[in-house]
């Protein structure tokens, strides 16, 4: 089946500095990519929704400015948590759609993010 | 607002047992469900998905049945085993655009 790569799986850093996560699709071109997070002991709540080359679409109580997302082409989207602080630890995780017809959807491994 | 319920929080079991996981959706209008399983830190693996014109979808022990109707679906698991200790989230989407609403999870613990 098809693959999402997510990287780092774990980052552990100091607060205010900046964290890049990376979502990649490996054997299909993504129409559009999601970034969840998930606190503990809790559901996943969607982030945002980035299409290839054009402005992320962020939920609603999410900081764009804070959680920078670039989707530069169509088998990666980034995510940047910029100046992070403790409240921002969480697990952060990615999702891949292409397709039409159906569900084609698949999700990265995920990265657990500790601020300190 | 679509919102995505699942009951029981938790679940412990003793190997063998057959159970059933609930999920329970406010909006009826949806475009498929999707069984997921997660393990500790880790990413999502999907079981099972259920468009909406469909009542069930079975892959080995699991077979997961959908009333869009009354806004219901449960996630059968035959003759458990400690392998499947997870959490189990369940997801709705209102159109084929991946965006995925998710239910808080049920987590099962198979004792041996």
């Known amino acids: 089946g098809a693959v999402v790569s997510q990287h780092p799986s774990r980052v552990i850093c100091k607060s205010g500095t900046s964290v890049k996560i990376e979502c990649r699709s490996l054997?299909?071109?993504?129409?559009?990519m999601f970034w969840y997070r998930q606190f503990p002991k809790q559901s996943l709540m969607l982030m945002a929704t980035?299409?290839?080359?054009?402005?992320?679409?962020?939920e609603q109580g999410v900081e764009k400015d804070k959680f920078l997302i670039n989707h530069a082409s169509l088998t990666l989207s980034t995510l940047t948590v910029t100046s992070a602080h403790p409240e921002d630890s969480s697990f952060y995780i990615c999702?891949?759609?292409f397709g039409t017809g159906g569900e084609k959807l698949f999700f990265g491994s995920g990265t657990q993010l500790s601020v300190l | 607002k679509q919102e995505v319920t699942q009951i029981p929080a938790a679940l412990s079991v003793p190997e063998g047992e057959n159970l059933v996981l609930n999920c329970s959706f406010t909006d009826s209008a949806i475009y498929n469900l999707q069984w997921f399983r997660q393990d500790p830190g880790k990413g999502l693996t999907s079981l099972l998905l259920?468009?909406?014109?469909?009542r069930e979808q079975t892959s080995g022990r699991l077979n997961a049945s959908l009333d869009k109707s009354s806004g219901r679906s449960t996630l059968y698991i035959a003759a458990s085993q400690p392998g499947d200790s997870a959490t189990y989230l369940c997801a709705v989407t209102g159109g084929n655009t991946g965006k995925l609403i998710f239910g808080q999870g049920t987590t099962l613990q198979v004792k041996p």
């Open positions: 054997d299909f071109q993504a129409t559009t």
């Open positions: 999702s891949a759609h």
């Open positions: 259920i468009q909406s014109s469909q």
């Open positions: 980035s299409n290839e080359g054009s402005k992320a679409t962020y």
